[in-house]
């Protein structure tokens, strides 16, 4: 006779499932809480999901967000640390990670983990704008040009990321690639009003005398 599941082994996965739809309402609940600064009740559910899973980072990173977002950017931290001793590879814990250090001060530091989200998710937005806020207080242009080429290798028609790297262009005095940059903004934008004016300015530039320009300098 061919026997199938025993009863408690259909108890316990029965059990197992139920457990993971719960994780995933109070976690769902605690993002949507979030969302709607509703920051007390955000943590109370991802406390409650952290309960039935401790072994998942996405609770101790939704709890870093809601910390971060009190500015108590050193309990953020250690929550993103958490996070990531259970999943090093996770790129929102370490963009979180960032943000927690930034915002404690640690400007370098975090602006060193922003480079290492992009490099598990070159995808991750909130990674790419903290590599350009760090170029221009660090004036690393040359990092921020290699994470936005990387994007918009994946996405080339996005018009934000496009002016940003026109603008990277600009301060590394690469004033050629600034306008070819722009110029492909116009073909899916004609009328993109910043790009329009920082044209103007690659313009005066390229045309700029060179010795006035070193006497200015």
């Known amino acids: 006779m061919q026997h199938n599941i025993l009863p408690e082994e259909t108890w316990e996965m029965k059990n197992t499932s139920k457990d993971n739809i719960l994780f995933e309402i109070y976690q769902e609940l605690g993002e949507c809480y979030t969302h709607t600064q509703n920051l007390g009740k955000a943590m109370e559910h991802f406390n409650l999901a952290m309960q039935i899973d401790n072994s998942s980072e996405r609770p101790y ?39 927690a250090l930034s915002g404690n001060g640690q400007t ?29 207080s660090f004036e690393r ?6 994470y936005l080429q990387n994007y918009l290798a994946l996405y080339p ?54 010795y006035r320009k070193c006497q200015n300098s």
């Open 61 to 99: 990173i939704g709890i870093g967000v809601a910390l971060l977002q009190q500015n108590k950017s050193a309990e953020a931290k250690k929550h993103f640390e958490e996070a990531l001793a259970r999943n090093p590879n996770s790129d929102t814990a370490v963009a979180g990670l960032a943000m």
């Open 108 to 136: 370098i530091e975090g602006f060193q983990k922003y480079q290492e989200a992009l490099d598990i998710n070159p995808e991750n937005m909130s990674a790419l704008m903290g590599v350009i806020t760090g170029a221009y």
């Open 141 to 146: 242009f040359d990092v921020a040009v290699s």
């Open 157 to 210: 028609g996005n018009i934000k990321i496009l002016y940003c790297l026109a603008g990277t262009y600009v301060k590394l005095n690469r004033l050629d690639d600034a306008s070819e940059v722009l110029k492909k903004i116009f073909i899916f934008e004609p009328n993109h009003a910043a790009s329009h004016e920082l044209l103007k300015k690659v313009d005066m530039l390229q045309h700029e005398d060179p």
